[in-house]
C-alpha cells in the first residue's frame, strides 16, 4: 500500500513539473537607460466620508458611521441629544430622526441607547452605551409602512 502510495505521490509531482520551463539566463540593460520609477510615490489617504444628498442609505451609511464614532468618542457619549446634534451639524435632517431615552424608567443611566435618520424608505440606525461597548451602525429598512426607524418609547426631539 505504502508503495502505491510513494508512486502516486511521484507521478503527481513529475506532472507538476512537466512543463516546467529550464531557466534561463537573463539579459538586464544597462543601468543608464533602464526606466526608473519613483520610490517617492506615496498611497493616497482615503477619503474622508461625506454627506450624499441624493444617495441611497447605504451611499450614506459610512458619514453617518463618521459622525456617530465621533460623539462615541467624545465625553458626550452617553448623551443621545449629542448625537442628534451632531449629525443635524453634518447636514442630516432632524425631522427624520427618533432618540430613545438617555435613562431608564427608574433613573439610572440607559444601558444602550438608539437613534436613527429614516432615508427614504430605509433607516440609518446607531445604537451607544456601556453595555455596548462600541458604536454600532447598520442600514435597516424603515418600519410601519416606511415611517419610522425605532419601534416602541422614543423621546422628542424638540429642541
Known amino acids: 500500500m505504502s508503495a502505491a502510495l510513494a508512486v502516486a505521490v511521484a507521478t503527481v509531482l513529475a506532472g507538476c513539473d512537466a512543463g ?3 531557466p534561463q539566463p537573463s539579459v538586464s540593460a544597462p543601468a543608464a537607460s533602464a526606466p526608473t520609477a519613483s520610490a ?4 493616497s489617504a482615503p477619503a474622508e466620508p461625506v454627506l450624499v444628498p441624493e444617495g441611497s442609505a447605504d ?8 459622525v456617530t464614532e465621533e460623539v462615541w ?5 452617553a448623551e443621545g441629544r449629542a ?15 427618533q432618540v430613545t431615552q438617555d435613562y431608564s424608567t427608574v433613573g439610572n443611566p440607559a444601558e444602550s441607547m438608539q437613534f436613527s435618520v429614516l432615508w427614504q424608505e430605509e433607516c440609518l440606525v446607531g445604537q451607544v452605551g456601556p453595555d455596548i461597548g462600541e458604536a454600532i451602525t ?3 429598512p424603515a418600519l410601519q409602512g416606511g415611517t419610522v ?3 416602541g418609547e422614543t423621546r422628542p426631539i424638540d429642541w
Do not use: H, Q, W
Request: aromatic residues 10%.
Open 20 to 22: 516546467a520551463e529550464t
Open 40 to 43: 517617492t510615490a506615496t498611497p
Open 59 to 66: 451611499d450614506n451609511l459610512p458619514f453617518f458611521t463618521a
Open 73 to 77: 468618542a467624545s465625553d458626550r457619549r
Open 83 to 97: 448625537y442628534i446634534d451632531a449629525l443635524v451639524e453634518a447636514g442630516f435632517d432632524k425631522a427624520t430622526m
Open 138 to 140: 447598520r442600514v435597516l
Open 149 to 151: 426607524c425605532l419601534l
